[in-house]
């Protein structure tokens, strides 16, 4: 089989790249465990450089499946802008499925959920006995509230796209995202600017978020906001506040926040960005709720910090299932 050959030649190709014998995965593993707690303990995620790089792919599944496979032009994008957005990947029947299962779920307040009054962002209630003090934010660990989700994690069009940025090894971890995002009428609240990675514990601060919109996302309902290229922005510790938000109050941030983007979504849209990506959300003025399914991946050299939440649940190896 052509791809079985290619991969044995990759792996070869990887041996003699560094002269060890073990694959590049496994060699980094031992590096990084000795590695960590120093690293870990002296460095927020915000400090540490990044590396976004785009390992080849296998130019044979690339011309069989032209659509499973991100563009040069959208690769470019995903590195220089730190987000790129991929039209329509979500099929009808896998967002008719999806749409089913978060329906109960909210009609049902199905566990693990996240309220909206327990994060107190501007727009929250301000506690559950108040007015809508019940509005669901999020339906936590999607995966295992319908095989759906399980599919569109494993199918090829996610899986290489994500390969070509985070290398021949895919992982979800399930302890971030790994949900469904929701954004109700009335009680939403607004997500100030952050980096995803701000609470997260891995060897190197790259990891991408993949997220789906189950119906229309535009200004109006609060679809994501994002800064190109504030993933290759070094933010110092005293950019952010307390809770690791990008301040608002600060000429420099203030520079970077104008040029915003909004992304506007259509259903079986998908964006994946960077964790180091500044993004944020305004409320929902609309009287729909705004829906979205949102998974994290790393790539097989970048494990997460031993003891840390990053490492509290198990994850999904996505590869290689799928040849590259
Ligand atoms: O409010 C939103 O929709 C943005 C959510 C978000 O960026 C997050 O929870 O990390």
Redesign the pocket.
Known sequence: MPWLRHNRQRRANLHAADGSDLPRGDRQLTTVRRRVPSYAKTQLPHQRKTTVTTPAINEAVSNEFPGDFFSEDEIAQFRERGFVVVRGLGTSETLRRMMSVVKRGLAEHIAPIEYEAELQYPGSPVSFEAEGGRTIRRLKQALTRDYVFTEWLGQPALVRRLQQILGPKVVCPLAHHNCV?T?QPAYSSE?GW?Q?IRYWSYTKPDLVNVWLALGDETRAN?C?QMIPGSHREKLSRDRLDDALFFRTDLPENAEWIARREYIELEQGDVVFFHCLAL?A?DRNTTGDTKISVVFTFRGGDNHPVAGSRSASMPELLLTPSIPS
Request: aromatic content about 0%; hydrophobic content about 35%.
């Open positions: 995002m954004k997500t952050h995803d609060g994501l993004h959300a």
